[in-house]
């Protein structure tokens, strides 16, 4: 079972995508993962990888590539997998459907977790950081005993820059520009689902768990 996880930032697949592989006993891979596996390793890709972020550059689509599809080759992967966070374009989607095809291999399905923008905004906007420990609380869903107060160490809480909702909006303006074609392309393909991701947790993960078969 090979899927793909799509979804805003914030829409919570990276979440979801713990929880299919929980489940399905398959890896949960995110590209993030892979580089710093590789980089660790000091593999030949991983040294490439690395040469690029270390001046700040994105790592090219066909490294990516090249990257994931060795991760998807090795043993545990042989009963499928969840790719989280990759592909973010239409040059990575393709690239990926013809490496696969050359192992005569294809995706199953492409989740999409659906959350209107102003939801996430919402949901990211009332996120807090203790400056102290690094726990996450939420104003409404996760809030703390004692208002702007870390419960774990008693540091104070703030509103990281990633999570204020002018960077928000940037960053959903981005996903929509570059990754909300990835919708329509793998609606074409024929493999698209889509779930609710303003339910609760667990009925997100329900409405996948229907859609993938028990």
Known sequence: MKIIMLGAPGAGKGTQAKKIAAKYEIPHISTGDIFRANI???????????????QG?????????????????QDDCKNGYVLDGFPR??????????ALAKMGQKMDYAID?????????RRMGGRRACVGCGATYHVE????KKEGICDV????????????????Q?????????????????????????????LDIDDVFQAIVDILGA
């Open 40 to 54: 660790k390793n000091g593999t030949e890709l991983g040294k490439k990888a690395k040469t690029y972020m270390d």
């Open 153 to 168: 160490c008693g540091a104070e809480l703030i509103l990281r820059d990633d999570d204020k909702p002018e960077t928000v």
């Open 170 to 198: 940037k960053r959903l303006n981005v996903y929509h520009e570059q990754t909300q074609p990835l919708i329509d392309y793998y609606t074409e393909a024929g493999i698209l689902k889509t779930v609710d991701g303003t």
């Open 141 to 144: 869903y996760a809030p703390t």
């Open 113 to 121: 977790v659906n959350v209107p923008d102003e939801n996430i905004v």
């Open 89 to 98: 374009t239409i040059p990575q989607a393709e690239a990926l459907t013809e």
């Open 57 to 73: 550059l994105l790592v090219p689509d066909e490294l990516v590539v090249d990257l994931v599809v060795d991760r998807v080759n």
